[in-house]
């Protein structure tokens, strides 16, 4: 599969963006997406996730950090996953990936398929 991500920017804090995920690839929509940021000088860290299965509350997974701001959706029928971002802090600034893979996992280090990221930068 091939990802590219799209939807990231400049934006106050306290304000919303919306990152997609766009993928090619017939068998999209049974791999699991995971959303993951860098800052500059941090590692990668792990902010949401999805299992390919739709219609279940219990399918997302989100960052301690994320929870009750950001949302991770998907539209199979686009092979799209999309990453809601509400409220966002100065502290959410980073290039934000997504990735997929066959094996349900937070870890980054698990993923196959990467995206080319997408900045993201909240001003105070």
């Known amino acids: 599969a091939q990802l590219v991500e799209s939807g990231g920017g400049l934006v106050q804090a306290g304000g919303s963006l919306r990152l997609s995920c766009a993928a090619s690839g017939r068998t999209f929509n049974t791999y699991h997406v995971g959303w993951f940021r860098q800052a500059p000088g941090k590692e990668r860290e792990f902010v949401a996730a999805t299992r390919w299965s739709v219609g279940s509350i219990y399918n997302a997974h989100y960052a301690d950090s994320v929870k009750g701001r950001f949302t991770i959706s998907r539209d199979n029928a686009k092979s799209t996953v999309y990453l809601q971002m509400n409220s966002l802090k100065p502290e959410d600034t980073a290039v934000y990936y997504c990735?997929?893979?066959?094996?349900?996992?937070?870890?980054?280090?698990?993923?196959?398929?990467w995206g080319q990221g997408t900045q993201v930068t909240v001003s105070s």
């Open positions: 990735a997929a893979d066959r094996e349900f996992t937070l870890d980054a280090s698990q993923y196959i398929y």
